[in-house]
Nanobody, 124 residues
Framework: QVQLIESGGGLVQAGGSLRLSCAASGRTFTRYAMGWFRQAPGKEREFVAAISRTGIYTFYADSVKGRFTISRDNAENTVYLQMNSLKPEDTAVYYC?????????????????WGQGIQVTVSS
């Protein structure tokens, strides 16, 4: 299995930027497509972005397209989420997740391993 640890969250003003990192340990990182999800208080967990095993393919939720960028460094066993032009509605706990089966997905149930989550708060 793989262990995932997120870092880089915090408090930022609207219009600002943050970069989240998710470090993976355990089994070979390139076995996994990776995704970022988020959950705001009182809301269901929602998809943010996903990236294929090689990093060639990416997919974004409409709400973050053009503002967020997912990337990965397979040599460092890390996936990133660069978040620009942040809005108060981006406030949530952000989770990274690993998917062992082929292909990328926006469905949470396709991801087998999850990090503990990290808080991102955007003030207006």
């Amino acid at each position: 299995q793989v262990q995932l640890i997120e870092s880089g969250g915090g408090l930022v003003q609207a219009g600002g930027s943050l970069r989240l990192s998710c470090a993976a340990s355990g089994r070979t990182f390139t076995r996994y497509a990776m995704g970022w999800f988020r959950q705001a208080p009182g809301k269901e967990r929602e998809f943010v972005a996903a990236i294929s095993r090689t990093g060639i393919y990416t997919f974004y939720a409409d709400s973050v397209k053009g503002r967020f960028t997912i990337s990965r460094d397979n040599a460092e066993n890390t996936v990133y989420l660069q978040m620009n032009s942040l809005k108060p509605e981006d406030t949530a706990v952000y989770y990274c997740a690993a998917k062992e089966t082929l292909g990328i997905s926006y469905l949470a149930h396709d991801y087998k391993y999850w990090g503990q989550g990290i808080q991102v708060t955007v003030s207006s």
